[in-house]
């Protein structure tokens, strides 16, 4: 398995931006795909990006088409999501998540095997 931690969570004014940081450990990083999900109290997890493992291609939900940027580095283990443009509604528990390299186009949480702990990020108004 793949051990992952989450970092780069915190309180941030509607149109500023963050940039979540996914650290990774114990198995070849560059053997997953990689992927970010969130959940908001009350609601499902929910796909936000992802990478496959060679960063070559992406992929984004149509709500943060556009504002985010999904990326990895290779050589430093590290899958990133940068977020601009951030709105309340953003709001919520950020996760990164690896898979098999064949399910680099999945957006169902369920095809994720390994997760990290999850950073807050809270976007007022």
């Known amino acids: 398995q793949v051990q992952l931690v989450e970092s780069g969570g915190g309180l941030v004014q509607a149109g500023g931006s963050l940039r979540l940081s996914c650290a990774a450990s114990?198995?070849?990083?560059?053997?997953?795909?990689m992927g970010w999900f969130r959940q908001a109290p009350g609601k499902e997890r929910e796909f936000v990006a992802g990478?496959?493992?060679?960063?070559?291609?992406?992929s984004y939900a149509d709500s943060v088409k556009g504002r985010f940027t999904v990326s990895r580095d290779n050589a430093e283990n590290t899958m990133y999501l940068q977020m601009n443009s951030l709105k309340p509604e953003d709001t919520a528990i950020y996760y990164c998540?690896?898979?098999?390299?064949?399910?680099?186009?999945?957006?169902?949480?369920?095809?994720?095997?390994?997760w990290g702990q999850g950073t807050q990020v809270t976007v007022s108004s």
């Open positions: 114990g198995r070849t990083f560059s053997n997953y795909a």
């Open positions: 990478v496959s493992w060679g960063g070559t291609t992406t």
């Open positions: 998540a690896a898979t098999v390299p064949a399910k680099y186009t999945s957006r169902r949480a369920g095809d994720y095997d390994n």
